[in-house]
């Protein structure tokens, strides 16, 4: 199956916010971060990967969000449908939104789940080295994260 990525609109707050509790539960963002986030345009980029194949190419099946300043950037969040993972739809969204970091930013910073080996394996394939942890940052659940770097290549 193809997908195409796109800007992410109000409209798809509903499919991103079902895979948000699909994925990350309970550490999920609420309705209202998203909100926020997509307002802020002068320093966010927000994607969803739409399936290109299904009827009407409206089905989020990924999504994901950049935060770049002139000094770093930061990936906010990466998320791929259950059934569409390991069709290289997360490699897709980091890719571009470390196109889009490097045209603002020398660095790009993030946080992992610290059991997340398989996200840990594509940073480190996109140049991305661990940096150090946060213990217990993603709330509720308490889940360690691995903040990972990478400098403009």
Known sequence: ????????????????LELEEQLFAPDT????VYRDELA???TRRYLVA???DDGDGDRV???AGLIAYADEAHVAT??????????GIGAALLDALLVEADRRSPVVLL??????QIAQGLYRRRGFTEI??????????????????REKL
Request: overall charge positive; hydrophobic content about 35%.
């Open 1 to 16: 199956m193809t997908v195409r990525l796109r800007p992410m609109r109000l409209v798809d707050l509903d499919a991103v």
């Open 29 to 32: 963002w609420s309705r209202a």
């Open 40 to 42: 802020r345009t002068d």
């Open 50 to 52: 739409v399936d290109a």
């Open 61 to 63: 099946v990924g999504y």
């Open 78 to 87: 990466i998320g791929v449908a259950p059934d569409r993972q390991g069709e």
């Open 111 to 116: 946080e992992v789940r610290a059991d997340n």
């Open 132 to 149: 150090g942890r946060r213990p217990r940052y993603y709330q509720p659940s308490g889940t360690d994260a691995v903040v990972m770097k």
